[in-house]
């Protein structure tokens, strides 16, 4: 079995979605979270649906397949400052790290929060500019 094949399988399956959580923690640093990721509607993809009838679906379909967007400056910071933003916010709150959480009645949505608290999605942005220094 190939190793696409593979990444394949376990998605389509998708029967055992706490598994798909918990294998996907590492989020964009883990191949199964990007095949995850690509065939489902997230909270970040679902602007970008067509809704107009006459709007071409393919498009969508395509971007989501083929993504373009590797990232910007903003988004390199946040990357690289989110263990420290998730550890500092673990000292107010009990804060568990997640990967992708696939619905479980419609499996074709996601959500890929950074982490959960008891009583919300915990979702790290890094806005610009920013003295990342500040962060207490």
Known sequence: ???ASHSWSSIR???NILAIEEATVEQSKSDLWKEVWKVRISASSDKSIPMKEETDPDNFLYSKLYPTFFGTEATATGFALESLVLEKLSKIQKLQKTGVL??????????SPDGLTDEMLIVSKMPLPCDPTRIH
């Open 1 to 3: 079995m190939t190793r």
């Open 102 to 111: 696939i619905s479980k009645t419609l499996k074709w949505l996601c959500a």
């Open 13 to 15: 399956i998708a029967d």
